[in-house]
């Protein structure tokens, strides 16, 4: 079943409050590459970005439907793919901040 952004979005206010409380506890020491794994919509990477302005982030999600929201968010420091939690892991890449608001628990 694909995800519907819509749907999602009109549960935003209860979602985004455990989104808000964990961001306060992320330091910008050092922090220079991050990724937020399920992205969804892509707002809340965009809130990291403008919170965080020293770091690149890449939002990841495995929904086409919740990405087609992304693309407006997108710019120099930002940048979304279509990707799956597995396809993180068995990646090289290094990250200071590897981010998730909801996406392990599913």
């Known amino acids: 079943m694909p995800w519907n952004p819509e ?11 455990p989104f808000f409380d964990l961001i306060e506890n992320i330091s910008s020491d050092g922090l220079k590459k991050a990724i937020d794994i399920g992205c969804g919509t892509g707002e809340q990477t965009h809130i ?9 982030f890449l939002g990841i999600d495995s ?3 919740m990405l087609d929201k992304s693309s407006g968010f997108e710019n120099e420091r930002l940048s979304f793919k279509q990707k799956t939690i597995e396809e993180l892991y068995d990646s090289d890449e290094k990250w200071d901040l590897i981010f998730s608001n909801a996406a392990l628990q599913w």
């Open 48 to 56: 990291l970005s403008e919170k965080f302005t020293d770091t690149n």
């Open 7 to 17: 749907v999602y979005n009109q549960f935003k206010n209860i979602c985004y409050q």
């Open 63 to 65: 929904s086409v439907e």
